[in-house]
């Protein structure tokens, strides 16, 4: 989060934050933070950062030192440390060596057939560094969450691991577990006396194993959060040919000052924003605008850093560098955009605020009731391990990772790749799609759409005599214009190029001059050609006027066209219950067009990149959910803005990374199926959220009753994630 500085007295510092595992983390950093003096915080648990803006009496190290103090590590991004990647490569490490030891302890727990003399022992030994080193997150992130007198998920699974390991423990030290030659059976009646004869370990390392798996990859894909940023700044020009006394000379260009000139010859990015002062070309903004047509700039023309050059020689004096340019600042729009989203917290997380605390109350209540009724200290201690372990989470922490993996998977298939969680919790809260234009809707590419002849001549000689005359252009008009011709263009001679009016040259023994009406001519008033240009500027396209012997002989059309899919793609936003709203940079007349071609009514034109965030956040304030679809880079900030971001993958890598879900092929149809798709995966989360806590319900009196042994209940455990997981791979049928 960007604030201005109001005074010199204030400050902002970004910090990098590891050791959340869950929202409730975040809130906590933040309510520490904001208690200080002259601070001001926000902390996003998807990107794993703090902006806090503060007063210059309170130091960075102070800030450090308060989030440290809550139980976190924090760290200035400058300082080269990447804790996250750290704890990633820790958490795989952990998830590794804990399936491994936890296959043989499972097996051996389940199948009496593997239980050879002293196998509980061997269990013992296996299931401890699990336990212990393994389980360590959960230990740790429980012991802070103690000290705050705070309980989430990691509480709960804590407690039930070290329970069951340490009753395992107990059982084989002093009860009869660890007899040598003792067998492990299933035994569903409920014993209701020695319950130091089992041993759960089983129940201990399994629960680990499959909540670091779900830990691991949630983190992961949190890891790319950052990209966006990165993309945006690498598309900057690395070095720049500065010009001092008419002397060229090759410089880095994060040397570049105010009022420096510089040198952009064809092909080359322009290093950073400024005005033209010598030479004609014209500048390919597509990256910055996301609109198709290259504009025509000459002395006096304002440009901006990281476009492109597309023809002729160029001399630029540097107006803004470094922070101040426009892609710095679309950087910048990116990066609010991203810290100001409202992260949806998990479902699991929010109801484990009520339901740990009570399942470990229900725990100790047990206890004390059997003790209290003189049952023993072995059905008392077995009744509440019971407790602990048939309500560990195993299934609550299955729930998401594996719906999400098969939704993700399923989707991968489709073309849709989706980022995380959070991304499916939006979807069915959507109710309108704002869709860019250029790339997304249409094609993105220049094509001919029509050509109109005079009558004195033919339709083929016009684009044949066209076609031969701009071949010598590099312009995306040209080349459109010659892709339209079919077969070789004709031998050209005496080709010249009229910087921002057109081209001509001799072609069979004639003048042929193609552009605009100021180099070719005006058609005569109400001539079918004069009805032919006014068509084109109704409709928003542009219009190449031809031309020999001095009259103007025909008109070509050339538009940016509307994708075959698009109007069948915006029908089935409408069957979703989605509005489709038609944003682009373009002028009012081409965004009518297209439009009324695929049956959008709502259009809102001629927006710059940061009109497009505006945009997004006034649709929101009118109390809208809205989608963005978009492929440009000039879309990245409206797509981390949105409250679902949905990237063409066929567009730039800084408008993927900004999304939430990207979309492998241009076709829109499959933005339709991506929301179908996450609206199903989300619907498969909470049936499983559901049905995990169900269980919980219905099984926590059975084990308080003394009815399930922890051996039994470590089973029904079991069974309830086998149910989680069968009800995930239902994803993989999604049509």
Not at 618 to 625: D, F, K, P, S, T
């Amino acid at each position: 989060m960007t604030t201005t500085h109001d005074t010199p007295a204030e400050l902002d510092t970004e910090l990098a934050i590891t050791g959340m595992t869950c929202a409730s983390c975040a809130h906590r950093i933040e309510r520490k933070l904001n208690k200080m003096d002259g601070v001001t915080a926000s902390v996003n648990y998807a990107t794993e950062k703090a902006s806090v803006h503060h007063a210059a009496g309170v130091s960075t190290a102070d800030l450090l030192a308060v989030v440290e103090a809550a139980g976190y590590t924090a760290a200035l991004p400058e300082d080269g440390r990447d804790d996250g990647e750290a704890e990633l490569a820790s958490l795989r490490r952990r998830l590794l060596v804990s399936a491994a030891l936890s296959v043989p302890v499972i097996a051996m727990a389940m199948v009496p057939a593997l239980q050879f003399p002293g196998w509980q022992w061997v269990s013992l030994v296996l299931a401890t560094p699990v336990v212990l080193w393994a389980a360590w997150p959960f230990h740790r992130a429980a012991w802070t969450n103690l000290r705050h007198a705070a309980t989430t998920m990691d509480t709960l699974v804590s407690v039930g691991v070290l329970a069951a390991f340490a009753w395992s423990l107990v059982a084989l030290v002093v009860g009869s577990a660890g007899e040598i030659g003792m067998v492990h059976g299933f035994d569903l009646r409920p014993a209701r006396s020695d319950g130091l004869g089992n041993i759960y370990l089983e129940a201990a390392t399994g629960v680990t194993t499959f909540l670091l798996a779900g830990r691991y990859f949630e983190k992961r894909s949190k890891r790319r959060a950052g990209d966006a940023l990165r993309s945006l700044l690498e598309l900057g020009a690395r070095e720049v040919t500065v010009l001092r006394d008419g002397v060229e000379d090759r410089v880095p260009a994060d040397s570049l000052t105010v009022g420096t000139r510089f040198v952009v010859r064809p092909g080359e990015k322009i290093a950073t924003d400024g005005v033209v002062e010598d030479g004609r070309s014209a500048v390919d903004a597509s990256m910055l605008t996301g609109e198709p047509v290259p504009v025509d700039v000459g002395p006096g023309s304002e440009v901006a850093g990281a476009t492109v050059n597309t023809s002729g020689r160029l001399v630029v004096r540097a107006t803004r560098v470094g922070a101040d340019t426009q892609l710095a600042q679309m950087a910048r729009l990116v990066e609010e955009a991203q810290t100001g989203k409202a992260e949806v917290q998990r479902l699991a997380d929010r109801i484990s605020g009520v339901f740990v605390p009570i399942v470990i109350a229900l725990s100790v209540a047990t206890l004390g009731f059997w003790l209290g009724t003189g049952s023993g200290a072995t059905l008392a201690f077995s009744a509440a391990v019971a407790v602990l372990i048939i309500a560990c989470p195993c299934a609550l922490g299955l729930a998401t990772p594996t719906a999400l993996m098969v939704g993700t998977g399923r989707g991968a298939q489709l073309g849709i790749l989706i980022r995380g969680p959070e991304v499916l919790e939006s979807t069915r809260r959507v109710d309108t799609v704002v869709l860019d234009k250029t790339g997304t809707v249409t094609t993105g590419a220049m094509s001919l759409v029509s050509v109109t002849a005079a009558p004195t001549t033919s339709e083929q000689e016009v684009r044949r005599l066209a076609a031969a005359v701009e071949s010598g252009s590099e312009h995306p008009i040209a080349r459109a214009v010659v892709a339209g011709w079919d077969g070789p263009p004709p031998p050209v001679t005496g080709f010249v190029n009229r910087e921002g009016r057109g081209v001509e040259a001799d072609v069979d023994g004639r003048r042929v001059v193609a552009g605009r009406p100021s180099l070719v001519g005006e058609p005569e008033p109400g001539s079918v050609l004069a009805g032919a240009l006014e068509a084109a500027e109704a409709q928003g396209r542009t219009a190449v006027l031809v031309g020999w012997d001095g009259v103007p002989q025909g008109v070509l059309v050339v538009s940016d066209t509307v994708k075959d899919t698009s109007a069948e793609a915006v029908a089935r936003f409408r069957e979703l219950g989605l509005e489709p709203v038609l944003l682009t940079g373009d002028h009012e007349r081409a965004a009518r067009a297209v439009a009324a071609q695929v049956g959008i009514e709502r259009v809102v034109a001629g927006v710059l990149p940061a009109g497009k965030v505006d945009e997004v956040k006034r649709l929101q304030g009118e109390g809208r959910v809205v989608a963005m679809v978009g492929d440009g880079i000039n879309d990245a900030p409206a797509l981390a803005q949105a409250d679902l971001g949905l990237a063409m993958g066929t567009g730039t890598d800084v408008a993927i990374e900004a999304s939430d879900l990207t979309l492998v092929r241009g076709d829109l149809r499959v933005a339709a199926d991506a929301v179908r798709l996450s609206r199903r995966t989300l619907a498969t989360i909470k049936g499983n959220l559901f049905w995990a806590f169900a269980y919980n319900v219905l099984a926590l009196p059975l084990a308080a009753a003394g009815l399930l042994t922890p051996m039994i209940a470590g089973a029904a455990m079991a069974l309830s994630s086998v149910f989680v997981v069968s009800n995930s791979l239902r994803l993989r049928r999604f049509r």
